[in-house]
């Protein structure tokens, strides 16, 4: 109670927005308190990410540099160095390498862990292998992307960043300047104004200065969660202005050759098993050939091949390089070697152009270095609010109760509650929570006389 | 009872938006078509006929037979055929197929030793390139052969350099 007449006074907002005021700041204090600490986890584990190139290049300097020689041996000849390493493994994916003295890379799969192995090209001697499941930088993007928790946490890092839109509108609700005199309290704290003003100002101030940049983040990181961003892509795709399939939802081509004309091959060692007439047929092309597709092609030096691991696969072309006007995406059939899609980022869509450029800011490889500063300004922004918010709420908060402001019934809330379900429309997680809320709120909160003190409802 | 009444009546508003929603959510899955709607290629496709039987002294005709968008590749760039025996006893080198019309290409060579074979095809039109190799087999299967199949990569290169 204490804490909301502390704002009336220093507000004294006209009566009738009274209740809209308690209202969003009632939505704000607990969808802060419940998804502000995903969100430091994000900002933290983010702004970690950003430097992965430079990481990985400290980390595995060894795996990485070579020095340059005269002539490189050929992929094929490359893979068959790894088979003789790992001669049970399949051979999932082959990068060449960007640059003279880069190492290549061939990815497989061994007693299902999956491995780099990296190789000198020029010599074809392994440097060493990779485990997936040991690097440091996989671990982050996982905790990044899904709190290691699969597709529940996939969903619940989903929620937070729907959340947090939420918590962007309702605090600047909070934060808009009323009618006071100065830029105090809006664009830079106060500092002789005691300490409960200068705590509030320490949370809503940098909240402001870091609020486009947190809904950039936000709004960018969304298309690929797994949910929302699965049906935005589709969505996006489906109207011709994404990107076209299978650069990030559906799927490739398939091979134009027919399976009853690729040839079978025989098992056993003693005897022919299967007829001859089905041992004849066509064959694969060699990686030496989709290697020259590549470079004929012109496609970004740091492209990998994945390999068809199936009769009516194709061979898929990627790069994803830092720029997003360099990236590409392109099929070739596995036995003619025919290109059956070449999709680069000309090609997208305009909506699909936006999400390339996002991805690529998002992940700070864009702009390069000024590109990663401004975003780990964002992310230290951000956990500088979700600390100030906490300290600000276990400072103003009574010992027996939440501190929640209390609720305010409903009048000229109308506007409020029509935003929030556009959010909830427009994210379906938020949808749904919302409406869970309410389903807690109507059957146990109403209900029970001391969860309803504790909560202030 | 009134603060009641409208808390009930949003939960309504929002069960209605929660099934239009899920029936919103549910048509938006990815259209199989959706690839027409972006850059498409028009790879050129193919087929190659191997003939069935082999006659000792007389040669015998290996064609393939070229599409384009649903049409016969008849302006190609260049179809050329390579052929080699996988003992590497015998080998054809790249030569200009001959045009039968109708993207119809045709070689005749003579295959007068048992074993497995291989053809390839070098071809382009319309920015399209290709090359499709194909095993086939004549007569009886050799030990060596039987091996090399048995080795399972299905991959054999042409013994000499690449052809651009």
Sequence with gaps: METVKETADIQKPPQTNTSLYRTVWRWHFYAGIIFAPFLFILAVTGAIY??????????????????????????????????????????????????????????????????????????????????????????????????????????????????????????????????????????????????????????????????????????????????????????????????????????????????????????????????????????????????????????????????????????????????????????????????????RYDHYGWIGKLVAWGITLHKGTQFGLINQLISLFICLGIILVVVSGYYLWLKRKPKKDMGAPKTAGFNNTKGFFLLLIAMGVLFPLVGLTIIAVLIIDFFLIRRIPALKRFLNA | MRKFMIGESNAVKKYVFMILLLSFLSACSLNENAAELYKQETPLKLEIQTPDTFTAGEQETVKATLTQDGKPADHTDFVHFEIWKQDGTVHYGMEEAGNEGGGVYSISKDFDKDGLYFVKVHAQQGGSLIMPQKQFIVGELSKSDVEFLQKGTGKQEAGQGHHH
Aim: aromatic share 10%; hydrophobic share 40%.
């Design chain 1, 50 to 343: 950003l430097f992965k190139p430079q990481i990985e290049g400290v980390l595995y300097q060894d795996y990485y540099e070579v020095t340059p020689q005269d002539e490189k041996i050929s992929a094929s000849q490359q893979i068959e160095e790894v088979k003789k390493q790992y001669p049970d493994a399949a051979v999932t994916v082959y990068r060449p390498g960007e640059s003279a003295d880069r190492s290549s890379e061939v990815g497989i799969v061994n007693n299902d862990e999956s491995l780099t192995v990296f190789i000198n090209p020029y010599t074809g001697e392994s440097l060493g292998a990779l485990n997936s499941e040991d690097r440091i930088m996989d671990k982050i993007e996982e905790f990044h992307g899904e709190l290691m928790a699969g597709t529940l946490g996939d969903r619940i890092v989903e929620l937070a960043a729907c959340w947090a839109v939420v918590l962007i509108v309702t605090g600047l609700y909070l934060w808009f300047p009323k009618k006071r005199p100065g830029m105090g309290g809006v664009l830079f704290p106060r500092l002789n104004r005691g300490k409960k003003t200068f705590r509030r100002d320490l949370h809503a101030v940098p909240a402001f200065w870091v609020t486009a940049g947190m809904l950039f983040l936000i709004m960018t990181g969304l298309p690929w969660s797994g949910f929302w961003g699965t049906n935005f892509q589709s969505m996006a795709t489906n109207t011709g202005e994404g990107y076209p399939p299978s650069v990030w939802v559906g799927s490739g081509p398939q091979s134009t050759i027919q399976t009853k004309d690729i040839a079978d091959v025989p098992w056993a060692a003693e005897n022919l098993d299967v007829p001859v007439s089905d041992l004849q047929g066509f064959i694969p092309l060699s990686i030496d050939d989709v290697v020259s597709a590549a470079e004929r092609e012109g496609v970004h030096p740091s492209y990998s091949i994945y390999i068809p691991q199936d009769k009516t696969g194709v061979y898929t072309i990627s790069a994803f390089p830092p720029k997003a006007q360099d990236e590409i995406t392109m099929h070739v059939d596995q036995y003619t070697g025919a290109v059956l899609t070449d999709y």
